[in-house]
């Protein structure tokens, strides 16, 4: 893979797995603990609505992330092992698994109306996998972090951060 493809592959999967980062801990910080907030008779609306809104911003994320993950691991840039895209690869597969077998359940059942226990668990159970996605995200940035020096100059954060031309620039 050239230079400048992975380079832009590494970008597109940095951003969505910060993006998924910044969603999880807005959810476990913000979101889950207003749900005891919210009037027991109007749960089961709040609920699906949240479901709905949270899908809008979550699922292209995820996706994002699932593909861009595929991708790396199929085409490793110079700078990531194979072995560190599979087990990033690996990660995203178990956070696949635990969102459509452990939380969607959950949040089906809340959506016919407020369960302690359901959303104690859906607490938990959240909090573990953004724990642990965290980590591996972390893992696949340092891993690619060899790669961001074979960056364009264009994208690199030093540059993006500073209003100093580049040598040949207009």
Same mark, same amino acid.
């Given at each position: 893979?050239?230079?400048?493809?992975?380079?832009?592959?590494?970008?597109?999967?940095?951003? %969505?797995?910060?993006?998924?980062?910044? &969603?999880?801990?807005?959810?476990?910080?913000?979101?889950?603990?207003?749900?005891?907030?919210?009037?027991?008779?109007?749960?089961? %609306?709040?609920?699906?609505?949240?479901?709905?809104?949270?899908?809008? &911003? #979550?699922?292209?994320?995820?996706? %994002?992330?699932?593909?861009?993950?595929? %991708? #790396?691991?199929?085409?490793?840039?110079?700078? &990531?092992?194979?072995?560190?895209?599979? &087990?990033?690869?690996?990660?995203?597969?178990?956070?696949?698994?635990?969102?459509?077998?452990?939380?969607?359940?959950?949040?089906?059942?809340?959506?016919?109306?407020?369960?302690?226990?359901?959303?104690?668990?859906?607490?938990?159970?959240?909090?573990?996998?953004? #724990?642990?996605?965290?980590?591996?995200?972390?893992?696949?940035? #340092?891993?690619?972090?060899?790669?961001?020096?074979?960056?364009?100059?264009?994208?690199?954060?030093?540059?993006?951060?500073?209003?100093?031309?580049?040598?040949?620039?207009?």
């Amino acid at each position: 893979m050239s230079v400048d493809a992975s380079s832009l592959l590494l970008g597109l999967h940095a951003f %969505a797995t910060l993006g998924m980062m910044g &969603v999880a801990w807005f959810v476990q910080l913000v979101h889950y603990p207003l749900f005891d907030h919210v009037e027991r008779l109007r749960f089961p %609306a709040f609920e699906r609505q949240h479901q709905r809104r949270t899908g809008w &911003v #979550v699922g292209p994320l995820m996706l %994002a992330e699932l593909g861009t993950s595929v %991708a #790396v691991a199929c085409f490793p840039p110079v700078a &990531v092992s194979r072995a560190a895209a599979a &087990v990033a690869l690996g990660a995203v597969f178990a956070l696949w698994l635990s969102t459509w077998l452990v939380q969607v359940p959950l949040h089906r059942r809340l959506a016919s109306g407020f369960d302690e226990a359901a959303h104690r668990r859906l607490v938990a159970t959240s909090w573990l996998r953004t #724990v642990t996605m965290d980590g591996s995200r972390v893992l696949g940035r #340092v891993a690619g972090r060899r790669v961001s020096t074979m960056a364009p100059a264009w994208m690199t954060p030093r540059r993006a951060m500073s209003m100093q031309p580049l040598q040949g620039d207009p």
